[in-house]
C-alpha cells in the first residue's frame, strides 16, 4: 500500500457543546477543580503575576480556583490570566464569564486584572519562554492530542480494549509532550497545578452514566437511527491514566519538574448529594421519588452529553473530510443529539436509576526545578 493511501492521525479538534451548555452542566467538574486548592502558594510575596490556565472551556469553573489564588496577592497588584482551550471552544462564552465575575477576579478593584483568551492547543507553546508564575489545569489533560485513524472493525468489547491499549500509548508520550512544554513556559520556581481525570488502578469499569450512554448508542443502531460505522468511529481520543502512568512521564522529566504532592480522590456529581436530599425529604411519597431520580437522571447526562456531543457529531459526519467534520451542526445532527440524550436519559432511569456517578481524580502540583 502507497504510504499516500495509509490513514493518518488527525487533529482531535473537540469542543465542550456551545452556547454556555457547558458551563451550565459541569458542575462535577466544578467540585474536581476546588479539591485542588490546597495544594495553592501563598502568593502574598508577590505584586506581579501570570497565570494560566490551561484547557478552560467555557470558563465557569476556572473562576473560583482563579479568585483563591490572586486571594493572597497584596492589593494594588498586578495578575496578567491567560484562558487557554482550542480554536473550536466558544470563547465568546468564555468572554461573557470572564465579564461577570470581573469584580470578584480584581477583589473590588484593588488588584489590576489583565485577563486574555489564547485559542491554541496545549500541545503547542501557548505563552512566551519563562514567562508564566503558576500553569492550571483541571479536567483537560486527559484529552489526547490526535484523533487516530479507526481501527479495524470488531466486535465492540474487542475494540474498546485495543482502543485502551493504543490510547495509554498516546496518553505517555503526549503527558511527556505537555510536561516539556510547561516546562519552557513555567519559570523555575513556578509551579504547575493541576488536576486530570483519572482511573484507579486496576479499574475498567466505566461509570453509570458512561454505561448508559453505550447502551443507548446499540438501541439506536438497533432501530436505524445510527449505523454500524458511526457507532465504530465513536473513538474518543481520551484516556484515564492511573497514577502510576503518570509517575512514569514525572521520572523522565525530573531534571525539569520536582512533585511536590500528589493524591487521588473520587468526586461524586453534587447531583447526587441532591438526591440523596430529596429521597429523604420525600419520606416514601412514591411521586416525589420519581420526580428526584428522573431530575437526577436528567443532570447526569446532561453533564456527560455536555462533554461527549462533539464526539457524537464526529461519529455522524463518519466518512467525511476532515474540514466537513468542523462546520456547523445541521438542524438534524442537533435533533439527533437530542434523541440520544432523551434515550441515554431513559436508559440510565430503567437500569441504572439512581447511581451514583463519580469521577476518579488525579491531582498534583509539580514545581519548575
Ligand atoms: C472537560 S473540559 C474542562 C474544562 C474546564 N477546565 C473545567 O474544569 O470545567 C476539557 C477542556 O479541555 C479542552 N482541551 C482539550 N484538548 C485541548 C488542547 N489540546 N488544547 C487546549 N484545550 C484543550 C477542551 O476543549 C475542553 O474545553
Same mark, same amino acid.
Given at each position: 500500500m502507497s504510504t499516500l493511501s495509509q490513514p493518518r492521525p488527525t487533529e482531535n479538534e473537540i469542543a465542550m457543546r456551545g452556547s454556555g451548555y457547558y458551563n451550565k452542566n459541569s458542575s462535577l467538574q466544578h467540585v474536581g477543580a476546588l @479539591?485542588?486548592?490546597?495544594l495553592f502558594p501563598d502568593l502574598s510575596h508577590k505584586s506581579r503575576l501570570t497565570l494560566v490556565d490551561y484547557g478552560c472551556s467555557q470558563g465557569a469553573n476556572s473562576i473560583a480556583p482563579i479568585k483563591q489564588l490572586l @486571594?493572597? #496577592?497584596?492589593?494594588?497588584s498586578s495578575a496578567h490570566i491567560i484562558f487557554n482551550d482550542r480554536p473550536y471552544n466558544d470563547f465568546s462564552a468564555l468572554a461573557a464569564t470572564i465579564k461577570q465575575h470581573g469584580r470578584e477576579l480584581d477583589r473590588n478593584r484593588s488588584l489590576m486584572i489583565f485577563p486574555s483568551m489564547v485559542p491554541i492547543s496545549f500541545y503547542n507553546p501557548v505563552t512566551s519562554p519563562t514567562s508564566v508564575d503558576i500553569g492550571v489545569s483541571w @479536567? @483537560?489533560?486527559?484529552? #489526547?492530542e490526535y484523533q487516530q485513524p479507526l481501527l479495524p472493525a470488531s466486535d465492540l468489547a474487542t475494540l474498546v480494549k485495543q482502543r485502551t491499549t493504543r490510547n495509554a500509548k498516546h496518553a505517555h508520550s503526549d503527558l511527556v509532550k505537555l510536561l516539556r512544554l510547561r516546562a519552557a513556559e513555567i519559570k523555575p520556581g513556578g509551579c504547575f497545578i493541576f488536576a486530570l481525570g483519572g482511573r484507579v488502578a486496576g479499574n475498567q469499569s466505566p461509570n453509570a452514566v458512561a454505561q448508559a450512554m453505550m447502551v443507548a448508542i446499540k438501541c439506536m443502531v438497533e432501530n436505524g437511527t445510527l449505523t454500524q460505522e458511526q457507532m465504530i468511529a465513536l473513538d474518543p481520543p481520551m484516556y484515564e491514566r492511573s497514577m502510576e502512568e503518570c509517575d512514569e512521564a514525572f521520572t523522565k522529566l525530573a531534571a525539569l519538574w520536582t512533585v511536590e504532592r500528589k493524591f487521588e480522590r473520587i468526586v461524586a456529581h453534587p447531583a447526587y448529594v441532591l438526591l440523596q436530599e430529596k429521597k429523604a425529604e420525600a419520606c416514601g411519597n412514591e411521586a416525589e421519588e420519581i420526580k428526584a431520580s428522573r431530575e437526577y437522571a436528567s443532570i447526569v447526562v446532561d453533564w456527560i452529553v455536555a462533554s461527549f456531543s462533539w464526539f457524537f457529531v464526529k461519529a455522524l459526519r463518519a466518512g467525511v473530510d476532515e474540514e466537513e467534520q468542523l462546520k456547523t451542526w445541521t438542524s438534524s445532527e442537533e435533533s439527533l443529539l437530542e434523541e440520544f440524550a432523551k434515550m441515554t436519559k431513559e436508559v440510565f432511569l430503567t437500569s441504572f436509576q439512581d447511581q451514583k456517578v463519580e469521577f476518579c481524580y488525579l491531582y498534583f502540583k509539580l514545581s519548575r526545578n
Open positions: @479539591s485542588a486548592v490546597e @486571594s493572597t #496577592l497584596p492589593d494594588g @479536567s @483537560s489533560f486527559n484529552y #489526547l
